[in-house]
């Protein structure tokens, strides 16, 4: 096929990695007690509360600006073709709404 990417395990684990620590960071950030947030912290926090919906209520998730934020995590032919693996394998799922992709992890 012409423009398909070849994926491979060693792709595959790199870039859970890099997702799991794009995640892990988010929620630490959301996890600092308001008292002792500073500004740039509170504003972030908002940003991620305003991205949060009914269906996103309890359970963890990311967007895409989180993903450029704190990982090394590409969007291209690769990255796009992880998501879809973990999508088929029930490990992420997609909720889409309010101008956003959130990636649900499925645990």
Same mark, same amino acid.
Do not use: W
């Given at each position: 096929?012409?423009?398909?990417?070849?994926?491979?395990?060693?792709?595959?684990?790199?870039?859970?990695?890099?997702?799991? /620590?794009?995640?892990?960071? %988010?929620? %630490?950030?959301?996890?600092?007690?308001?008292?002792?947030?500073?500004?740039?912290?509170?504003? /972030? =926090?908002?940003?991620?509360?305003?991205?949060?919906?009914?269906?996103?209520?309890?359970?963890?998730?990311?967007?895409?600006?989180?993903? /450029?934020?704190?990982?090394?995590?590409?969007?291209?032919?690769?990255?796009?073709?992880?998501?879809?693996?973990?999508?088929? =394998?029930?490990?992420?799922?997609?909720?889409?709404?309010?101008?956003?992709?959130?990636?649900?992890?499925?645990?």
């Amino acid at each position: 096929m012409k423009g398909s990417s070849k994926v491979n395990y060693d792709s595959v684990n790199a870039s859970i990695d890099e997702l799991n /620590k794009a995640v892990a960071a %988010k929620y %630490k950030l959301l996890a600092i007690p308001r008292v002792t947030r500073n500004d740039a912290t509170k504003r /972030k =926090c908002e940003e991620y509360r305003a991205q949060e919906n009914k269906d996103t209520k309890g359970v963890r998730f990311f967007v895409d600006s989180d993903i /450029k934020a704190y990982s090394n995590f590409k969007m291209d032919g690769v990255g796009r073709s992880v998501l879809t693996i973990l999508r088929h =394998c029930g490990r992420l799922r997609e909720i889409r709404g309010g101008g956003h992709t959130r990636y649900v992890v499925c645990i």
